[in-house]
């Protein structure tokens, strides 16, 4: 059911849709009103399997099991305030709560609240490092990032001279993306650094204010999206130039990427746009349902 598909959730109209990757054909709208009792609020979404999905209500401020082969719910929990980023990491799912300032830890099997960590203040974005065990969060109004221990629960912190918005992990680096502190309008910057030795080994003040952004695994290269002029740039992290490569138009906050397809979803427009960049083109934009967040790729 869920093997080879994208997977779109739909804030706006609390719907999924699910499309063939490898034909971008429509195979399925999941109506999750019919499911969940809201009609808006699903944002993120992760897979379990091919035939379950983890669900994030941030209206409702909870943690929802679905079988999508049946449309059935099979669990659902209560978490913080506004829960806006999820993470599997062994028997764990980790759900970061924004206006509650949290961590939620969960058991897998079990699909109850292991414990509820503070982190620091409006947590925006999560990203764990299989190889380490460690759990990385960006602290946008504490300037800071949290890494966590997930075999011992230990937490350090890393200040930062930025505020953090957005953060990716690849080969025991962490990459980030922030806005300056200094009161200067249009500015973002993007840097890494090493969790080990808490130091920057690169930042670049750029242009623009960008939401999101998308590391290809093993290139220094960033894809990001100004939320203001709608184009989408490529940042060159060895020249650190970044060059306007296509105008996608409506408003993103949620990138992905896949061998050569970047996909990116318009929530003004109520599609999904997917780049081929190998060639700097657009390839197609799919309508789905209204105000699309996350884009999952499976």
């Known amino acids: 059911m869920l093997l080879n598909k994208i997977v779109v959730t739909n804030y706006g109209e609390n719907s999924l849709s699910i499309l063939d990757k490898k034909d971008l054909s429509h195979v399925k709208t999941l109506d999750l009103k019919t499911i969940i009792p809201s009609k808006?609020?699903?944002?993120?979404?992760?897979?379990?399997?091919?035939?379950?999905?983890?669900?994030?209500?941030?209206?409702?401020?909870?943690?929802?099991?679905?079988?999508?082969?049946?449309?059935?719910?099979?669990?659902?929990?209560?978490?913080?305030?506004?829960?806006?980023?999820i993470k599997t990491l062994g028997d764990r799912i980790y759900v970061l709560n924004i206006d509650s300032n949290s961590l939620s830890i969960i058991d897998k099997v079990d699909f109850t609240v292991v414990e509820n960590i503070y982190v620091g203040e409006k947590p925006t974005d999560l990203a764990v490092d299989e190889v380490t065990g460690k759990v990385f969060i960006t602290n946008l109004n504490s300037y800071s990032i949290s890494i966590i221990d997930h075999d011992n629960g230990n937490m350090e912190e890393i200040k930062l001279s930025f505020m953090p918005f957005r953060i990716k992990v690849e080969m025991g680096t962490i990459y980030v993306l922030g806005f300056l502190n200094n009161n200067s309008l249009g500015h973002s910057?993007?840097?890494?650094?090493?969790?080990?030795?808490?130091?920057?080994?690169?930042?670049?003040?750029?242009s623009g204010i960008y939401f999101d952004f998308i590391k290809p695994k093993g290139k220094e290269y960033f894809y990001l999206v100004d939320s203001e002029?709608?184009?989408?740039?490529?940042?060159?992290?060895?020249?650190?130039?970044?060059?306007?490569?296509?105008?996608?138009?409506?408003?993103?906050?949620?990138?992905?990427?896949?061998?050569?397809n970047l996909y990116l979803n318009d929530m003004v427009n109520n599609q999904i746009v997917i780049v081929d960049t190998e060639i700097n083109q657009i390839k197609k934009r799919i309508t789905v349902g209204i105000e699309p967040h996350d884009i999952l790729l499976t």
């Open 40 to 85: 808006t609020g699903s944002t993120r979404v992760l897979a379990e399997d091919n035939y379950y999905l983890l669900i994030l209500n941030s209206d409702e401020d909870s943690l929802y099991r679905v079988d999508v082969s049946n449309g059935r719910l099979l669990n659902q929990l209560s978490l913080g305030r506004c829960p806006v980023r």
């Open 189 to 206: 910057v993007l840097s890494s650094f090493d969790p080990i030795e808490k130091k920057s080994k690169m930042s670049k003040i750029i």
């Open 229 to 260: 002029n709608s184009w989408l740039y490529g940042f060159d992290g060895v020249s650190e130039i970044n060059n306007r490569l296509i105008y996608i138009g409506g408003l993103t906050n949620y990138l992905n990427y896949e061998e050569k």
